[in-house]
């Protein structure tokens, strides 16, 4: 047998120490509408954490330069080649289109369905408990906004999909190691974070080029400042994961915007 297959045969071979987490699209359903759990996809391919099993940042592995190599003979074996690097920006502009797309689509459909075509809850109702069978949150204000991202989730998904399917991930959790600095793919609620949108390095979430945060409001305040004390506060702690740009908002009425 070939030797450098061997060789090539015994490093791809992982401990089960080194187990990587199989992240896939999926969730729970609550009516019509599906609840996504955290998703990476092809995003997970990065390496693990042996202490830990969180997914870490390949800039802080030793053996990362070794690991990159055989994944790129691994994928010449397999008759393909991934070019992995971030988005430039005519294909991160084309994402956010699409993210703004789907935020519009989502809230108009929504509001359609419950109150009428061209009709949306009035102010006055949205600190109120929602009047439907299901519920998904004791205010009319947190239910529609869990309707909103649902449905904007799904817009998401597909339509990214087609066009970028190694870039992004929908509500990933993450967190960053207060010692290494290190960026980890969770399930850990304790010090991590769960952005809406994170575009990043190709296959490679921990490498993070862009997080925005999806935001619904309700009634007669979609025209009022969405930079509240808590959304900054939210979007200074994506900012501390790093990125190559600002977190930033996207809302149904003034699509992307940044503090």
């Not at 080194?18 to 955290?38: D, I, V």
């Not at 509500?171 to 949108?197: A, C, F, Y």
């Amino acid at each position: 047998m070939n030797k450098a297959f061997i060789v090539l045969a015994v490093l791809l071979w992982p401990p089960a120490a080194h187990a990587q987490p199989q992240l896939s699209w999926g969730g729970q359903h609550a009516g019509a509408r599906t609840q996504f759990n955290q998703s990476c996809g092809a995003a997970c391919s990065a390496p693990v954490n042996a202490s830990t099993g969180e997914i870490l940042a390949p800039g802080a592995v030793r053996a990362g330069q070794v690991l990159e190599k055989v994944i790129r003979a691994t994928e010449a074996i397999q008759g393909f080649i991934t070019v992995s690097r971030f988005l430039d920006e005519a294909q991160k502009k084309a994402v956010e289109e699409i993210l703004v797309a789907c935020v519009k689509e989502a809230n108009t459909q929504v509001d359609d369905e419950l109150f009428g075509k061209g009709r949306s809850l009035p102010d006055s109702e949205c600190s109120k408990e929602p009047t439907v069978r299901e519920k998904l949150a004791p205010t009319w204000r947190r239910h529609l906004g869990k309707l909103k991202h649902a449905a904007a989730f799904e817009c998401i998904q597909r339509r990214l999909s087609e066009k970028f399917p190694d870039n992004f991930s929908i509500e990933p959790r993450l967190r960053k190691d207060d010692l290494t600095k290190e960026v980890l793919l969770t399930d850990r609620w304790d010090g991590s974070l769960l952005p809406d949108i994170v575009i990043h390095f190709t296959r490679n979430i921990t490498r993070i080029q862009c997080i925005y945060d999806l935001k619904f409001p309700c009634g007669y305040d979609v025209g009022a400042n969405p930079w509240t004390a808590e959304v900054v506060a939210q979007m200074t702690s994506y900012a501390r994961l790093g990125g190559e740009c600002l977190p930033a908002l996207i809302t149904p009425q003034r699509a992307i915007v940044r503090q």
